[in-house]
Antibody, heavy 122, light 108 residues
Framework: QVQLVESGGGVVQPGRSLRLSCAAS????????MHWVRQAPGKGLEWVAV????????KLADSVKGRFTISRDNSKNTLYLQMNSLRPEDTAVFYC???????????????WGQGTLVTVSS | EIVLTQSPATLSLSPGERATLSCRAS??????LAWYQQKPGQAPRLLIY???NRATGIPARFSGSGSGTDFTLTISSLEPEDFALYYC??????????FGPGTKVDIK
């Protein structure tokens, strides 16, 4: 079955950087677009970024544009989120999420990892 | 940005009862709407996509309807495991995706 395992979260000071990873298994990783979705403590869901199955097309939410970068390594079945210039408002659980369909991204979130907590605090 | 409003904020019902959750969009999202269920300490789970299509493995007691700006998630007969938080999400204005604030279904 689909497994998505995030890692790399932790406590970081404002202005610093962090890189999240997501190890995928149980499906053909290179066939699916992948997303990062975050959830601040006690709050709702916020889509963060998407990358196409071949890694050529990437889009970011306005709230993270210019600070975050999404990438993937299909040879390693791994998704990444490089987060720079972190702010306290970035504090959240970050979920690695598989898109619903193969090919073109459908922007529905089919399978989710367990999430990794990022805390931005001095 | 398309704003999604969910009502009610909390729905208090008993097992076996019918649950009707509403999601309203600030402008038409056609049929590009999904519903998710989230339990405490867990990741969300996709229930419905494109307004009325059940995701793989979702029980038939969950159904979705609507188009344009008004959508409904119906749980025909609540099971104990259905008491949770439910979010709607639109993809009409991708990549400017938005989620609703959620409806909590709790035990009366």
């Amino acid at each position: 079955q689909v497994q998505l395992v995030e890692s790399g979260g932790g406590v970081v000071q404002p202005g610093r950087s962090l890189r999240l990873s997501c190890a995928a298994s149980g499906f053909t990783f290179s066939s699916y677009g992948m997303h990062w979705v975050r959830q601040a403590p006690g709050k709702g869901l916020e889509w963060v970024a998407v990358i196409s199955n071949d890694g050529r097309d990437k889009k970011l939410a306005d709230s993270v544009k210019g600070r975050f970068t999404i990438s993937r390594d299909n040879s390693k079945n791994t998704l990444y989120l490089q987060m720079n210039s972190l702010r306290p408002e970035d504090t959240a659980v970050f979920y690695c999420v598989k898109d619903l369909t193969t090919g073109a991204v459908k922007y529905y979130f089919d399978s989710w990892g367990q999430g990794t907590l990022v805390t931005v605090s001095s | 940005e398309i704003v999604l409003t969910q009502s009610p904020a909390t729905l208090s019902l008993s097992p076996g009862e019918r649950a009707t959750l509403s999601c309203r969009a600030s402008q038409s999202v056609r049929s590009y709407l999904a519903w998710y269920q989230q339990k405490p300490g867990q990741a969300p789970r996709l229930l419905i996509y494109d307004a009325s299509n059940r995701a793989t493995g979702i029980p038939a007691r969950f159904s979705g309807s609507g188009s344009g700006t008004d959508f409904t998630l119906t749980i025909s007969s609540l099971e104990p495991e259905d008491f949770a938080l439910y979010y709607c999400q639109q993809r009409s204005s991708w990549p400017l995706l938005t989620f609703g604030p959620g409806t909590k279904v709790d035990i009366k």
